[in-house]
């Protein structure tokens, strides 16, 4: 793909995702919720954004528990666009899962923190639908599909005050078992998406050990099946970005629950369900990387220095095409995360050697993407020189949004470990480099693959100390690979 064609291809998310050579079955619709935003959205989203934190209402005027999360009218006319388009319901009814992130990907070019509902309440009904008794399906199912300003929302609640990277000594909520549900008591302290009629919380059985074995995923409804509120808010987040997602505190006083899967395979279940959301990361990092370098590009163009447009000088023009070539390479990486997620998921323990590639992917995917775009995000503002840190215009926001990213889902340093478990217990990086040698450079695979392998013979305290700069050379190792694969690869160009 000449460079030229993908910089025309920059404003738009749409023309993008089709100059990478992704299949678009829903082109049409991607174009229409396009032309909505560019009419519509944009102005609501920046709106939204500059008014800061939503406001939450707690009691009415007769001092009745409420907890109604009060936002502009108009945001209630952006948030049904993508459920409308089918960031949901798609992956169940139309075109699977990868139709659900081609959406998540055209959102999240425009609002980064809006793409968040719908990943949440995506990865809500996928694990309804996978773990739920028909019962439980068909009772809360189809209101998570439905097409218009009625659907319901969903929520991934796992992180508690004490972190969520070590969910096993963290998670205190207790789960106790009553008739045909359970009750749960306890707390949640980062609630994105609360007020969601439904969330997949994590919580342990009575009597449970205290590891990450004795965790379980359950179905936590709004409201109690006498009409009460379920569950409690206490506050929403002030939060530097990502402010059309309301991220709060949740408190749960013997709020009525149902177990998905099995108490005994839980910690599984609340791993998958946090893997959609770092794929969905992944595809929204790549999707502010584009934004950025977007706004980038129509600044560059028309300011002038030094007798002609910035855009015109050898340095600067230089820096656009490796900020081309490292999105390429994010993208790369991002989308073979969603294929593979479409392959896998249905997938139980124990997982195939597939599915522990996937998981490698997952860490390193999230990992780079996110710290790609918080570099992307930056390198703009300095594009635009003052202008980039002014309020008033938009190229400071992406800065902020993208800072969150790197912590959603889990920090830098878990994607770490994680991925060095993957690649130490379950050999996950000898199906990754089998996989990429297609691709590869055979010199620059044999230098990673002994790099790897050298790495996993330290001890274990070496192996976490020194991790860092090898994970960072092997995921952008597998991007620039990945970006080969594509039609619009460098060995496509």
């Known amino acids: 793909m000449a460079e030229i064609e993908l910089m025309e291809a920059l404003p738009s998310p749409t023309r993008f995702l089709q100059a990478m050579g992704v299949p678009l079955p829903i082109r049409a619709e991607l174009e229409e919720l396009e032309a909505w935003w560019e009419a519509e959205g944009k102005a609501i989203s920046a709106m939204i954004d500059r008014m800061g934190t939503p406001w939450l209402r707690a009691y009415d005027r007769f001092g009745h ?24 319901w798609r992956a169940f009814e139309g075109e ?21 509902p719908y990943t949440v309440s995506l990865a809500t009904a996928l694990a309804l639908r996978k773990y739920g008794d028909p019962a439980l399906q068909a009772r809360f199912l189809p209101p998570l599909l439905r097409r218009d300003g009625e659907v319901w929302q969903g929520a991934t609640w796992m992180t508690e005050a004490g972190g969520g990277s070590d969910l096993g000594a963290t998670v205190e909520t207790v789960a106790r078992p009553e008739g045909g549900h359970w009750r749960l008591t306890g707390e949640k302290y980062f609630a994105s998406n609360a007020g969601a009629e439904l969330a997949v919380v994590a919580a342990r059985p009575e009597s449970a050990p205290r590891t990450v074995r004795g965790l379980a995923l359950f179905l936590l409804p709004r409201y109690r099946e006498d009409g009460g509120l379920n569950y409690l808010i206490r506050r929403l987040k002030d939060k530097i970005g990502t402010r059309s997602v309301p991220t709060g505190e949740v408190e749960l006083q013997e709020s009525e629950a149902y177990l998905l899967g099995r108490p005994e395979t839980g910690i599984y279940e609340i791993l998958e369900v946090l893997n959609v959301s770092r794929v969905a990361n992944s595809v929204g990092s790549v999707a ?24 015109h000088h050898p340095l600067m023009r230089r820096q656009f095409a490796e900020r081309i070539r490292e999105l390429q390479a994010a993208f790369a990486l991002a989308w073979t995360m969603v294929r593979l997620l479409e392959e896998v998921w249905p997938e139980h323990p124990p997982y195939s050697e597939r599915y522990h590639l996937f998981r490698l992917l997952t860490h390193l995917a999230k990992y780079w993407t996110a710290e790609q775009a918080v570099q992307t995000a930056k390198w703009a503002m300095e594009v635009h020189g003052g202008m980039g840190v002014l309020g008033e215009y938009p190229v400071e926001r992406w800065l902020r949004e993208a800072m969150i990213l790197p912590i959603w889902e889990g920090t830098p340093h878990r994607q770490i470990l994680d991925g060095l478990e993957a690649m130490a217990r379950k050999g996950a990086h000898r199906a990754l480099f089998a996989w990429l040698a297609r691709w590869s450079d055979p010199h620059a695979l044999e230098e990673m693959v002994s790099r790897v392998e050298a790495h996993l013979q330290l001890s274990p305290e070496e192996q ?20 080969r694969s594509l039609p619009s690869g460098p060995a496509a160009s």
């Open 65 to 88: 528990r409420i907890d109604e999360i009060l936002y502009p009218p108009d945001y209630r006319q952006m948030l049904p666009q993508g459920y409308r388009a089918g960031a949901v």
């Open 96 to 116: 699977g899962l990868a139709a659900t992130f081609l959406i998540g990907y055209v959102t999240a070019f425009y609002d980064a923190g809006l793409y968040c």
């Open 288 to 311: 502010l990387m584009q934004r950025a370098i977007a706004e980038a590009l129509a600044f560059a163009e028309r300011r002038v220095a030094f007798g002609r447009p910035v855009l």
């Open 464 to 483: 976490e100390a020194r991790a860092e700069p090898l994970f960072r050379d092997l995921a952008r190792f597998t991007a620039e690979t990945l970006a």
